[in-house]
């Protein structure tokens, strides 16, 4: 379960702090919890989809969604900017 939605995946494993985030507030009063790691996601297939608040800790920053493969954490396949 992520922010309240079931999935069903085929993970190996779920590090998942996103959910602690209260989307109700501004961002100044979550800022402690914005962090570069919210939310990775590991799938048997070896992809990574990796959630975080960039610049860490900062009220100007934003979300961003990195898709990896083959543990190329340099150049990800994919990745959006959200925010």
Not at 26 to 34: A, F, R
Not at 49 to 66: H, L, Q, S
């Amino acid at each position: 379960m992520i922010l309240g939605t079931d999935f069903q995946l085929e993970l190996v494993s779920i590090f998942d702090e996103l959910s602690t985030i209260d989307f109700s507030q501004d961002i100044e009063s979550q800022i402690m919890v914005l962090d570069e790691d919210l939310l990775q996601l590991s799938f048997e297939s070896g992809a990574i989809v990796d959630v975080g608040w960039y610049p860490a800790f900062e009220t100007n920053g934003k979300f961003v969604i990195n898709r990896i493969i083959n543990g190329c954490w340099d150049t990800p396949e994919s990745k959006y900017g959200m925010g």
